[in-house]
């Protein structure tokens, strides 16, 4: 989509910091890290939010925790733990609508997030 943000960052047209790339997902850091590891892992695929998903996305949405997990064992945190998050809509707090697995390592993590 030529409006979206991260399929700008997916194309090249805006900067990012890479982590992780596979045919079908991409992952780079927050710009405004919350843990020493904050990564953004997406599919290469426009999709809005999860209220817009498929039947036939649910194998890609398994491809973005399976990257989350490579990510935190290249990283380091694998053994100690991290936290994955997807906000869903404004409530939840996201604003950028192209579907993204928060992945947060490297500090204490409070339950239940604010
Ligand atoms: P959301 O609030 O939608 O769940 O998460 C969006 C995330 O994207 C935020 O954590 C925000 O810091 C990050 N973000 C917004 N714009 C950019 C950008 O241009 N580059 C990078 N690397 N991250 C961004
Ligand atoms: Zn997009």
């Known amino acids: ?7 700008k960052i997916i194309a090249g047209d805006i900067p990012a910091e890479k982590i992780y790339e596979d045919d079908h997902v991409f992952a780079f850091r927050d710009i405004n890290p919350m843990a020493p590891l904050h990564a953004l892992i997406i599919p290469k695929q426009h999709i809005a ?27 380091g945190y694998a053994e100690e733990g991290y936290r994955t998050v997807m906000n869903c809509g404004e409530a939840a707090g996201q604003t950028v609508f192209h579907v993204h697995l928060h992945l947060l390592a490297g500090r204490p993590l409070q339950w239940p997030p604010g």
Not at 1 to 7: A, G, R
Request: charged content about 25%; some cysteine.
């Open 1 to 7: 989509m030529s409006d979206c943000l991260f399929c």
């Open 49 to 75: 939010t999860i209220n817009d998903l498929e039947e036939d996305h649910a194998g890609l949405m398994g491809n973005l925790f399976l990257a989350a997990k490579q990510i935190a064992t290249d990283e």
